[in-house]
């Protein structure tokens, strides 16, 4: 519809369970682009008071209705959560590739709840969506991520790592995207 897909995946990183979802029109119309499709789930998911890093807190990505169409500078991914350096909601969008190709899944946004037991790697291939363990990525840079991820899955994979500052909790550290672009 108007340049949507009309559908979220939901991850529950807690159980290992993922959710096709599909979004309300009047929601898309309402909360246009990535940001607003965020802040609702945000708003619907994340109560006052949480710990920002602890497992009641929910990652959202999203791209806009624009997404994967000509105009220039339309190919972002928005991210947000509730921030852990300042208590509230934060937000980055980042450029390149990553936007398309979320576009391209079939899937307009991708919302992380819970806290896994161990380390995973989300896999959307197509439609296909799984979780994967990745206790072998531990420690190693984005860089190094996205270079093993694409290696094992192919070239045309887009990824989304967090670095060593991630996995320590750091309250400041972003996702980076393809190697090159950060949604800080």
């Known amino acids: 519809m108007y340049g949507w897909n009309g559908k979220s995946l939901w991850i ?3 159980a290992h369970r993922l959710e096709t979802r599909e979004t309300d029109p009047g929601a898309l119309r309402s909360f246009i682009g990535g940001r607003g499709l ?5 708003f619907g998911l994340v109560r006052p008071g949480i710990d920002p890093l602890g497992p009641a807190n929910a990652l ?9 169409t000509s105009l220039s500078s339309t190919s972002r991914v928005e991210v947000s959560t509730l921030s852990p350096l300042s208590g509230i909601l934060g937000d980055g969008s980042a ?15 991708f919302v992380f709840t819970g806290v896994s037991k161990v380390p995973v790697v989300l896999l959307v291939d197509g439609q296909e969506a799984r979780l994967l363990e990745a206790q ?8 190094e991520k996205t270079d093993l991820l694409k290696q094992r899955h192919g070239a045309n994979f887009s990824v989304a790592a967090i670095g060593q500052a991630g996995e320590n909790l750091v309250r400041f550290a972003s996702v980076i995207f393809d190697r090159h672009n950060s949604a800080a």
């Open 95 to 109: 450029g390149g590739v990553f936007g398309l190709s979320m576009k391209r899944t079939g899937f307009d946004q």
């Open 136 to 143: 072998d990525l531990l420690g190693t840079t984005t860089w």
């Open 60 to 68: 959202a990505f999203a791209v806009g209705p624009l997404t994967g």
């Open 12 to 14: 529950d990183l807690a």
């Open 38 to 42: 965020n802040d609702l789930a945000l």
